[in-house]
């Protein structure tokens, strides 16, 4: 089975499951891929997929750099299903050799982000319409609506790190707000 690479597309808060759902793509189609997670993981791939750096993806940061002074170098990540259960599969490349490191999909996708390595995807999970709602991707409703609540989200996120005294993340929401408000 073939595996294909993807990229964070969207992040959705669904009002009816009160959950977020992370919407992932292939870049080269029109493939796409979704599950739902709470808000703090939620948050965390966005911050991870913005650079930010934060308290809570301080465990993440800790890993790589243990990774990092091991030599031990992160080679790709993929997200599978086995038994209708979605889950990660680091690839670490110690000494030549491959091993394969099992984690939840949360963490191997802000592992992936983190890291700036490849996420692949199983082929079989990718859809052209997953979603199935065409007026879901609708640009001209979704986006603006999107890019107001992702702006919503951020500005929470940003009084959060003011309370505890980290600007510079601050300033990199601060700086990702106005670009988003200038989008609109």
């Known amino acids: 089975m073939k595996n294909k690479s993807i990229g964070l597309y969207k992040i959705l808060y669904e009002s009816n499951s009160k959950k977020y759902k992370i919407i992932l793509h292939n870049k080269n189609s029109l493939e796409k891929f979704y599950f739902y997670c709470s808000a703090n993981y939620a948050k965390n791939i966005a911050m991870a997929s913005e650079g ?45 050799k491959v091993h394969i490191l099992n984690s939840s999909i949360h963490d191997s996708i802000i592992i992936g982000l983190k890291s700036l390595c490849m996420i692949n995807i199983e082929s079989c999970l990718l859809k052209n319409d997953n979603i199935g709602k065409k007026t879901f991707f609708d640009d001209n409703i979704i986006e603006k609506r999107s890019v107001v609540s992702e702006i919503d989200k951020l500005k929470k996120i940003l009084i959060e790190c003011i309370n505890d005294e980290q600007y510079d993340s601050a300033a990199l929401i601060r700086d990702r707000i106005k670009k988003l408000a200038l989008e609109k």
């Open 52 to 96: 930010v750096n934060s308290l809570d993806l301080s465990q993440y940061e800790l890993f790589l750099n243990l990774l990092s002074l091991l030599k031990i170098k992160i080679s790709s990540i993929l997200i599978r299903t086995c038994n209708s259960s979605l889950y990660g599969e680091i690839k670490l490349i110690i000494d030549n």
